[in-house]
């Protein structure tokens, strides 16, 4: 509108050229450039700001998206909670599931522990009179060992139990027959030396195991121990206490070990009950 007016007034500054003076009609002509100029400079201005306009207007649709993509995350959640109050339920089952079973795992060793502790100080009086080199009772790894010399209980080479060991087994047995519910591992332990031998006992194998079950043999036909409750059997010369290097040493690592422990059964039972995945 305003444009219009310019050009009107120049439309009138031109009829009337002939009226005013050159002065006049110089003042009037710079007025219309600079009203041309003005305008000029207000179309570019309506330009920048339709172009910033434009701008803002991308930005808005963008937040706007990302508010719906927002909103539809939070319906989700909230659709979803329920499900994830079970899921949290479950959880917590199970944890107070395992916990349970860990304290009766922890009850359990906690009374082997303490039957072990019993059975081995039985042990160690019923054998006070046996000379300490030849018998060592102790508990190690939740089981109760009674590690005996091979001099005391066979001639050398030799797997056939002597009538003097028959007192000390016999002791044995009876610790073991008193305490029935436990299971009986019997392993013959040879040194490294060489058997020069072409019959039974071959080599250190056959002599380990055959002195395991010889002493089986005796716990069972001689002082009654359940043999259902019984495993013997031999490991050689691959089990050594201590350096076949010395004679002392060698004589240590011929031994054979009772080891009371208590029934797998038992811990299959747990194993059993254990909470599951």
């Known amino acids: 509108m305003r444009l219009i007016k310019i050009l009107g007034i120049a439309a009138m500054a031109i009829t009337a050229t002939s009226c ?3 002065k006049q009609f110089d003042a ?3 007025n219309y450039q600079q009203c041309i100029n003005d305008a000029a400079d207000r179309q ?3 330009q920048d700001l339709n172009s910033k306009n434009s701008g803002l207007q991308s930005q808005n649709d963008l937040l706007m998206g990302q508010n719906n993509a927002l909103k539809s995350s939070l319906d989700a959640c909230l659709s979803n909670s329920g499900k994830s109050s079970t899921n949290i339920d479950k959880l917590v089952g199970e944890i107070n599931a395992s916990n349970k079973y860990i304290k009766q795992l922890i009850s359990t060793n906690s009374k082997n522990d303490s039957l072990n502790l019993a059975l081995s100080n039985k042990l160690k009086r019923s054998l006070d009179n046996i000379a300490d080199q030849d018998v060592d009772v102790k508990v190690l790894k939740g089981v109760v060992m009674i590690s005996l010399s091979d001099k005391m209980l066979y001639q050398t080479g030799k797997f056939e139990v002597l009538p003097a060991a028959q007192e000390v087994l016999g002791k044995v047995a009876k610790v073991i027959n008193d305490y029935d519910t436990y299971s009986v591992l019997i392993e013959g332990n040879t040194d490294n030396a060489t058997l020069n031998s072409t019959s039974v006992p071959r080599d250190n194998w056959d002599l380990s ?3 395991g079950t010889a002493v089986a043999k005796v716990l069972q036909t001689q002082f009654g121990v359940n043999p ?3 495993t013997a059997g031999g490991r050689s010369e691959y089990n050594p206490k201590t350096t076949n290097a010395s ?3 060698r004589a240590e690592n011929r031994r054979t070990e009772i080891i009371i ?3 797998l059964d ?3 039972k747990l194993m059993d009950i254990a909470p599951k995945k």
């Open 20 to 22: 005013v003076s050159k």
């Open 28 to 30: 009037l002509n710079l």
């Open 44 to 46: 570019r201005q309506i």
């Open 209 to 211: 195991a055959l002195r």
């Open 228 to 230: 259902n409750r019984i």
């Open 247 to 249: 004679v002392s040493g």
């Open 261 to 263: 422990m208590p029934k």
């Open 266 to 268: 038992e811990f299959m």
